[in-house]
Structure formats: structure tokens, C-alpha cells
């Protein structure tokens, strides 16, 4: 199965109902362990307002799995919210106080999707990274699916070196590893590209940072590519527009300039 963005997308957790993510290993649900979760946010303000770090709570807690009993240690920040809710007795639309819990840390982080038991060691524990770099640092969780790029490359078996004509060994630039690859899999090839953009933007401190939707953007690029190669499951669908959107721009799709201008 391969990335299921919709249900990331809308996943907001308010204090008053934490939902959290399936369990990573049974995919039973996560509970609050003693239905304890310690914040500090009365002093938070409503994050539309008070963007500022005085007017963030902070929040912690410990998760186990109803299924197979995993913990789950999660920390983060939390913000003052009103959250609309059906009133089914009323049948009226209620407005509450509440607060919105953003994670920071999660140990151990969810896996967004699954990975084919078959894939490369070295892709596996890359993208692992990117799951765990996701909640705290969206840069470095992009540089870690760009590494991934490398580590599939091997195990396709294109060189990362070659020898100049003066005898020397020089290592090859992933962008023409990624045009050697792109030879025998033009398609795949441009859905790897596109993580080498979103990775080098990352790298790059540009004034606006990768998000965490562009994340996804690279995490449906990264599950088409490994469901692909090592489920023998063709899955693009509508991935490749999206590569294409990140490639034509050389960074996240959002970006307003495009390649040439
Ligand atoms: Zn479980």
C-alpha cells in the first residue's frame, strides 16, 4: 500500500479527543497510557494571533497500543484553538475552547507507509529517518529521502564513481547518477529527481523552509518508486504530474518560479 496522504493531511489532535496514528507495528490504535498528558497550555495563546514562542504550551506523554502493547513516548507544543463540533443531541454545530497538539518528538515515529521487506537495508534505515526528522526538523527529514535516492542507485547497480581520462577516480553527481538510471527507467527516474530537488532545497536555507506537505510530496514520490521496484506493483498514478511540478521548478511545488525564468 502505498502512501495514504489524505489521512495525514486532515490529522489534527486536540487535547480534549486525542486521535492519534495507528500503531506502527499492529496498526491497533495508540492510547494515552493512564489517559495522562501533561501540558503547560493555559499559557498558550491562539496560534492565528500569537505566532510568538511565550504564547506556545508544551505537552508530553507516554502511548501504548491497544493491540500488540508498544510505547510510544511523544512530546511537542500546543496551541490555543476553538475546534467546531456536532452536538448530536441538539443537532447543532458547537464551538469550544481547545488545544491543538503539534509533536516535536515521536519515539518511535509512525511509519508513514509501509516498505517491501525486500528493500535495500540502507533505504530502509534513510527513509526511517526522514519518518522520525518529519516531526522536528522537515530539512534534514528531506536531505535523509535524497540520501535514500543514492542508496536505491546502488542497488541498481549505476557507479557513483568514474575514472577521468587523466586516471584519476571522481565520484558522479547525483544528477548524473539520476540520468544514467533514468536510461533504462525514464518514469521512476523523473519521481527520483524530484526527491533530489526537494533534498537540495533543503540543504540550501532558503527563506521559507521545506513544510511538512512537501514532505508528503517526497513520501509519495520515495513509496511509488520502492512499491515499484520491489513490489513489482505499478502505482504511479498521478505522481509523475507531481514530479514533474517539482522538477520544472527544482523545489517544492509551491515554488512560483519555474526552470529557465
Ligand atoms: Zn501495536
Redesign the pocket.
Known sequence: MAFDRKAWEVRVIYKSDPRWWP??????E?VLVDGTLHEDGAKAGYNLYYPAEDFQGRFACLLS??????FVSVAGRSWRTVRETYDSQTGEDVFRDDLELTPHHVDPPPAFFPIPFNCPTEVVREVGRAFALFWCDTQAAANALRTAVEFLLDDRDVPRERETAEGRTTYLRLAERLAQFKQAEPELGEILEALKWLGNYGSHGSKVPIQKRDLFDGFECTSTVIDELYTHRPARGSVSKLAKKINDRRGPAWLQWKKGT
Do not use: A, H, I, V
Open positions: 500503531c506502527s507495528k499492529c496498526r491497533e495508540l497500543c491497544k493491540g500488540c502493547g508498544l
